[in-house]
């Protein structure tokens, strides 16, 4: 109903998944009716496909076995009314591998949107940046201080956004004299570059802690709220996890005489956090071996 009500152009098919037949009889039932020249296609997996033996057969079939990666439709049998109401109103019924059910898996929960901001490498920038985000879920944000560079170059996603909405936040970073570019369609960015940010780095009194970001909105300007701009942030790598938070790696400057006070304000956040410190990784890759 919402798919029919919500998209207004034109309409060619609308592909659901088939365990029992109950969600894609209903589906068709409904369409059928109100948009009869909309096609309805089940996808089944190939090792699953109870509905589309039954359809080729012409009368329900019952699996010996059922493969049970896709466990939601993992059934040996297709409900009695339900293949009725298929068998009447659905035009086909396509099957997919493990793999493809794996690629697509793969595929949708990396599609998001990349871009590339300039910051002043100044204390606040980073909270300021996160301020212009507004609403914005951000996926991926990846950041590393250079001591000799005037602006750094902070690579992060959003999760899908329209066009649009995607266009007013690069607008809002543009007023705001934030230099950014739109890096969704570079294949070499996605791919290669957005994991080479960084390196190692002198910075004088940093601290790196893992820190474990609740899902939900404001945990992340709750956690600049607690240290910024009190002290300069000089490393900061995020990415969602879903429902279980997110595994945030932060460096801090903190002199040696403010750190009971930087403790204080960790322990007062209530975020789940670690020292790294003396993680021998890294000291290899991100810690310059003169200091």
Same mark, same amino acid.
């Given at each position: 109903?919402?798919?029919?009500?919500?998209?207004?152009?034109?309409?060619?098919?609308?592909?659901?998944?088939?365990?029992?037949?109950?969600?894609?009889?209903?589906?068709?039932?409904? !369409? @059928?009716? #109100?948009?009869? /020249?909309?096609?309805?296609?089940?996808? +089944?997996?190939? =090792?699953?496909?109870? &509905?589309?033996?039954?359809?080729?057969?012409?009368?329900?079939?019952?699996?010996?076995?059922?493969?049970?990666?896709?466990?939601?439709?993992? !059934? @040996?049998? #297709?409900?009695? /009314?339900?293949?009725?109401?298929?068998? +009447?109103?659905? =035009?086909?019924?396509? &099957?997919?591998?493990?793999?493809?059910?794996?690629?697509?898996?793969?595929?949708?929960?990396?599609?998001?949107?990349?871009?590339?901001?300039?910051?002043?490498?100044?204390?606040?920038?980073?909270?300021?940046?996160?301020?212009?985000?507004?609403?914005?879920?951000?996926?991926?944000?990846?950041?590393?201080?250079?001591?000799?560079?005037?602006?750094?170059?902070?690579?992060?996603?959003?999760?899908?956004?329209?066009?649009?909405?995607?266009?007013?936040?690069?607008?809002?970073?543009?007023?705001?004299?934030?230099?950014?570019?739109?890096?969704?369609?570079?294949?070499?960015?996605?791919?290669?570059?957005?994991?080479?940010?960084?390196?190692?780095?002198?910075?004088?009194?940093?601290?790196?802690?893992?820190?474990?970001?609740?899902?939900?909105?404001?945990?992340?300007?709750?956690?600049?709220?607690?240290?910024?701009?009190?002290?300069?942030?000089?490393?900061?790598?995020?990415?969602?996890?879903?429902?279980?938070?997110?595994?945030?790696?932060?460096?801090?400057?903190?002199?040696?005489?403010?750190?009971?006070?930087?403790?204080?304000?960790?322990?007062?956040?209530?975020?789940?956090?670690?020292?790294?410190?003396?993680?021998?990784?890294?000291?290899?890759?991100?810690?310059?071996?003169?200091?």
């Amino acid at each position: 109903m919402e798919i029919v009500r919500q998209l207004q152009g034109p309409l060619h098919a609308i592909f659901v998944p088939v365990g029992g037949g109950g969600l894609i009889a209903g589906i068709a039932a409904y !369409v @059928k009716r #109100v948009r009869p /020249e909309v096609k309805i296609i089940g996808v +089944e997996p190939s =090792d699953a496909n109870a &509905m589309a033996l039954s359809l080729y057969h012409g009368k329900r079939v019952m699996l010996e076995h059922v493969g049970g990666f896709a466990d939601g439709v993992a !059934v @040996k049998a #297709v409900g009695e /009314e339900t293949f009725r109401l298929c068998r +009447e109103l659905v =035009d086909g019924i396509v &099957m997919v591998s493990r793999d493809a059910i794996c690629a697509s898996i793969k595929d949708m929960f990396e599609e998001k949107r990349m871009l590339a901001t300039f910051l002043p490498e100044e204390h606040g920038s980073f909270k300021k940046f996160t301020e212009l985000v507004g609403r914005m879920n951000i996926t991926e944000f990846k950041y590393r201080y250079d001591f000799n560079a005037k602006d750094a170059l902070v690579l992060y996603s959003v999760g899908i956004y329209t066009d649009n909405e995607l266009g007013a936040m690069v607008d809002r970073m543009e007023l705001a004299k934030l230099k950014t570019v739109n890096l969704t369609d570079n294949d070499l960015a996605k791919d290669h570059l957005r994991y080479f940010i960084g390196g190692r780095s002198e910075i004088k009194d940093e601290l790196v802690y893992r820190f474990i970001f609740p899902e939900r909105p404001g945990a992340l300007m709750k956690f600049l709220d607690a240290f910024s701009p009190r002290w300069n942030i000089s490393l900061f790598h995020y990415r969602a996890q879903g429902e279980t938070g997110a595994n945030v790696l932060v460096g801090i400057q903190v002199p040696p005489v403010d750190f009971d006070e930087f403790k204080s304000h960790a322990d007062n956040l209530g975020y789940e956090y670690m020292s790294e410190n003396n993680n021998e990784i890294y000291r290899l890759l991100l810690r310059d071996p003169e200091v």
